[in-house]
């Protein structure tokens, strides 16, 4: 089992910038793909970010990318999603994930959800 805890969601203005952080728990954390995915109220959820077990190899929505940024940090078994230029179509409830083997842009493979953190951007 993973345990996966985020934190840093919040309140914040179009244009401004906040920082997600995942800690993870249990197994290995270098043993999985690390992902980033959101869910708006009335929407399905959706595929923000994903980085592989070294940290090497990112992908990214078109909608975030160049905005967003997904790194992690194997010695403190965490992954972070810095958002920066954020808009008021980025409120979601933010939740990452890991998995052994995932499909690239999907929640495909992922085995483990954290809670989620509710991140809002007022225009």
């Known amino acids: 089992q993973v345990q996966l805890v985020e934190s840093g969601g919040g309140l914040v203005q179009a244009g401004g910038s906040l920082r997600l952080s995942c800690a993870a728990s249990g197994r290995t954390f270098s043993d999985y793909v690390m992902g980033w995915f959101r869910q708006a109220p009335g929407k399905e959820r959706e595929f923000v970010a994903t980085i592989g077990r070294s940290g090497g190899t990112t992908y990214y929505a078109t909608s975030v990318k160049g905005r967003f940024t997904i790194s992690r940090d194997n010695a403190k078994n965490t992954v972070y999603l810095q958002m920066s230029s954020l808009k008021p179509e980025d409120t979601a409830v933010y939740y990452c994930?890991?998995?052994?083997?995932?499909?690239?842009?999907?929640?495909?493979?992922?085995?483990?959800w954290g809670q989620g953190t509710q991140v809002t951007v007022s225009s």
């Open positions: 994930a890991a998995g052994s083997t995932v499909t690239a842009y999907s929640a495909l493979g992922y085995e483990y």
